[in-house]
């Protein structure tokens, strides 16, 4: 392989904002793919992919490069070296590049691979907490979570079929493949811009994780009922849920951020989901209205996000110990103020994109043995590991309201 200097000049500044300056990788690539209009779709996939790849093993090139953040130029360099050895790529003559000891570099990611912080490169307490709270697991997850993270689609049966769907996708040369166990979705056989094509700009499908489908599936929604989605964000299980009611009954899709509640919107319209209607959160009234109103609700928690570090690999570097604590507080208070909408009879999912325990199942355990809890029954729960399902990890618990 031979590298290209305006490709690589490219990575080095998307590595400088993204560990310098605080800045989200996914972010950074879509402005570094917009930097040449030259450059095709190999060149872009390059630049993507080799930022992805440090900012996931940040720590083992580091140290195996013995820089220290903040990361100069020169160390960004030294890090994009080790990077490019331990791939086998012949380093260019080029006076950024330093002479580079290869067999020291070798010997060294050999050294660092057996000790579990270094190989799986994560900060020391992410290491803990993952041995504390699964045990053995934590290994073949940890590991598991560190590979890139396939593309999934979800066919949108507002206005198609998976199968053609799959046609339609064949016919701009991208395939897909079934997945067993998961109705809605096609996985991406090489990675492709599914963006650009018709298929998409005609609305027939989503590009959603196959864990992150099963939340809809979870909830039992029912054609003409009254939903409440009370995170929705830029709502993928909101329009997951607008199709599972084929356009009948109401969604409310909830968020405290109305700039994704927009881009909810504009989904929507590609979609042709019609039965949503997006509500902005501005005081704890908005919730109070809806009390005994919604036959089901959706819990998508915020949370620390453990369960999606392969398609969000910066996430490790910017999750905090504080920020963890912060979270369970708001999961277990948005559980407590969120049920009280549920009507009698009615059904609630509270869901992460967790993998920890303290997030999951503790929280659930915790609200139904609290006043607001003791209405309800626990049903089910479901906990995804990446490492058994090769997906996301997430976790779903079904409650009923008696």
């Known amino acids: 392989m031979r590298l290209h200097r305006n490709l690589v000049f490219a990575v080095i500044d998307g590595l400088n904002e993204i560990f310098n300056e605080g800045a989200y990788a996914d972010k950074v690539v879509q402005k570094l793919l917009k930097r040449d209009k030259r450059w095709g779709s190999r060149d872009r996939s390059f630049v993507a992919e080799t930022v992805y790849e440090i900012v996931r093993w940040k720590r083992l090139y580091a140290e195996i490069a013995e820089v220290k953040e903040p990361f100069s130029r020169e160390n960004l360099w030294r890090i994009f070296a080790v990077w490019a050895t331990l791939r086998g790529i012949t380093l260019p003559d080029w006076k950024q590049i330093a002479p580079t000891p290869t067999r020291r570099i070798k010997g060294r990611f050999d050294e660092l691979s057996n000790i579990r912080k270094f190989r799986e490169s994560i900060p020391d307490w992410i290491d803990e907490l993952g041995e504390k709270e699964l045990g053995k697991k934590w290994d073949k997850e940890i590991h598991a979570l560190n590979q890139q993270a396939p593309v999934i689609l979800r066919a949108n049966s507002l206005k198609t079929t998976r199968d053609k769907l ?106 042709g989901a019609h039965n949503i209607e997006p509500r902005v959160i501005e005081s704890t009234k908005d919730i109070k209205k809806l009390h005994g109103k919604a036959d089901r609700v959706l819990i998508d928690a915020p949370c620390s996000g453990l369960g999606v570090l392969s398609r969000n690999p910066d996430a490790k570097w910017k999750l905090q110990p504080e920020f963890l604590n912060q979270i369970k507080e708001t999961q277990s208070q948005i559980l407590e103020n969120y049920s009280k909408m549920v009507k009698p009879g009615g059904k609630l999912v509270y869901a992460t994109c967790s993998i920890l325990p303290s997030e999951n199942q503790d929280q659930v355990n915790t609200f139904l043995t609290q006043e607001s809890g003791k209405e309800f029954t626990f049903v089910k729960d479901k906990k995804i590991l990446s490492s058994t399902s090769g997906y996301d990890g997430f976790y779903m618990a079904l409650l009923q309201r008696e």
């Open 166 to 271: 799959r046609g339609a996708l064949e016919d701009e040369n991208i395939d897909t493949e079934y997945i067993k166990g998961y109705p809605s979705a096609l996985r991406l056989i090489e990675r492709a811009n599914v963006f650009s094509t018709e298929a998409f700009k005609n609305g027939l499908f989503e590009v959603q994780d196959a864990s992150s489908q099963l939340v809809a599936d979870f909830l039992d929604v029912q054609s003409g009922q009254r939903v409440i989605d009370t995170c929705a964000g830029a709502g993928g299980k909101t329009l997951h849920l607008a199709a599972l009611m084929e356009n009948k009954g109401q969604i409310i899709a909830m968020d405290i951020y109305g700039n994704k509640l927009k881009e909810l919107k504009r989904r929507a319209r590609r979609a």
